[in-house]
């Protein structure tokens, strides 16, 4: 979801999420977990996508007409470019059917030679809007296409005996070219609730924490999917951090799979309707007021104390969700908020505006040369490229910093920082084989003038802690303990279906 556990800060994406009020209590039943769900794998849309099974491939088009069944790959382009007469050199290069990289130099040497000959003599090249080929081991990888479009067509994948692949990942169910709200190609992935379940809590979660944590996962996910479904025209949901991430089979393992078994149906419920599940992965020891980070104040969202989530502390690899420290100099800050549509010019301060009650940055307001912009609510974490908004900011001058040779990650940052090595520390090793030797203990470094970024947390910091409750987990607490203090006056309902 909005704040998936990570090692490394992915690029951030902006989104704004619309919190819907709550509901009042309805008289009528809650209607059943559906069994099927339609996921769009494709993020933010694809100019190519290449489809594959590990069995066999059929491919059909909208009408159910067969265009393609076998071992191969269908792999689908936008705006490709051909030349007008196929009987041309460039069309007819043969693909050296190697990995060798001299074979792949010198047919890429072929195609620039072509391409040449064939703006000296005037033919003509075409972009072609779609098209559907077919790769194979024996395909002619620019040979003609097997179906070609003004548009993007929509086509269906199924596997037989076997599971369909996609960008690197394995999908059971099935796989359908369509386009988004934007227009912009997508492949959709329509596959059975369970599976789903269980693919985004072992997305979402290591699948080796304790199973209560599993558990709380598995509802508040089944619980997001029911507020979320039909929310496209084509699919869904999303099958990334914009909704919930869903990594496909990879995301399976046998303790997800039990967690979704063993909570069979069950949603999290405010005054008889489902709630907004939101979770982000380490709240920074508080969670926040939904008001203070998206549209709407919902009572089951209340900022509650999350002590439990220094247990990312002891983790190698999660202690970073938990306290954190990003430094930019003012280029580098500069340079990184223009990316994201902020032009001041030469970056003079920043100043906090406005913060929570629990000490998140409502607030902020950039001051450069040429001008400045104020930056609200969660706005911070994307323009700044921070892991949450429960941060402070102190400005450094120019100053020096004497780092150890082992420290390699602190050496790597001041790299980043461009900082320069003033004086190098060395100790003299005797060795009885090789004689005196020097080894290096460590650098002094000059440092350049930096803002520098403090803070705890990793998420939006709004309802579930995914840290928090692996460690109410860890001090026994049962998977509805968890939900009832991270949802304020929710009850687990058992509604049915997957």
Do not use: C
Not at 239 to 247: A, V, W
């Amino acid at each position: 979801m909005i704040g998936r556990l990570a090692v490394v800060i992915a690029p951030l994406v902006l989104v704004v999420a619309v919190i819907v009020p709550a509901r009042d209590a309805v008289a009528a039943p809650l209607a059943a977990v559906p069994g099927t769900v339609r996921v769009n794998v494709a993020g933010l849309g694809a100019s190519y996508a290449k489809i594959g099974a590990t069995g066999s491939l059929t491919v059909m088009t909208a009408d159910g007409t067969v265009a393609y069944r076998g071992n191969g790959f269908a792999v689908t382009r936008l705006g490709v470019r051909r030349l007008a007469d196929p009987t041309r050199t460039i069309a007819t290069i043969p693909d050296p059917g190697s990995s060798d990289i001299e074979d792949r130099r010198n047919q890429a040497a072929a195609r620039r030679a072509a391409r040449l000959s064939a703006l000296i003599e005037g033919v003509a090249i075409l972009t072609i809007p779609f098209e559907l080929s077919i790769e194979t081991v024996a395909s002619d990888p620019l040979g003609p296409p097997l179906l070609s479009a003004k548009q993007v067509v929509p086509l269906l994948f199924t596997a037989d005996d076997g599971v369909l692949t996609y960008d690197g990942k394995a999908y059971r169910g099935t796989l359908e070219l369509s386009t988004d709200d934007e227009g912009d190609m997508i492949v959709v992935n329509t596959v059975d609730t369970a599976s789903y379940l269980a693919s985004v809590v072992g997305s979402e979660e290591p699948g080796s924490w304790m199973p209560e944590a599993l558990a709380a996962q598995a509802i508040a996910a089944r619980t997001y999917l029911v507020t979320h479904l039909h929310g496209h025209h084509s699919y869904d949901l999303e099958g990334d951090t914009r909704d919930q991430q869903y990594d496909g089979i990879g995301g399976e393992v046998a303790s997800t799979v039990r967690a979704v078994e063993r909570t069979r149906g069950q949603v999290a419920t405010y005054r008889g309707a489902p709630i907004e599940a939101l979770y982000s992965a380490n709240a920074g020891g508080v969670t926040e007021d939904s008001e203070n980070v998206f549209a709407n104040a919902l009572p089951y969202l209340r900022s509650v104390a999350s002590p439990a989530d220094d247990v990312a502390d002891a983790s190698s690899w999660g202690r970073t969700s938990w306290v954190w420290r990003q430094e930019y100099t003012a280029p580098q800050l500069e340079s990184y908020m223009a990316a994201r549509g902020v032009f001041v010019g030469s970056l003079r301060r920043i100043d906090i505006t406005q913060l929570s009650p629990t000490g998140r940055v409502m607030g902020a307001r950039v001051v450069g040369a040429s001008g400045s912009r104020d930056i609200g609510k969660d706005r911070t974490r994307y323009y700044f490229g921070l892991r949450s908004t429960l941060f402070t900011i102190t400005t450094h001058p120019e100053e020096t910093q004497i780092v150890a040779a082992a420290d390699t990650d602190r050496v790597r940052e001041l790299q980043e920082l461009g900082a320069q090595v003033e004086r190098t520390f060395v100790s003299d090793i005797r060795d009885p084989d090789r004689g005196l030797r020097l080894r290096v203990e460590g650098w002094q470094y000059r440092l350049p003038a930096r803002f520098v970024f403090d803070g705890r947390g990793f998420g939006h910091g709004v309802g579930m802690s995914q840290w928090g409750a692996q460690g109410m987990a860890l001090a026994g607490a049962s998977a509805e303990q968890i939900l009832t203090h991270y949802y304020q006056g929710i009850v687990v309902t058992s509604v049915g279906g997957p």
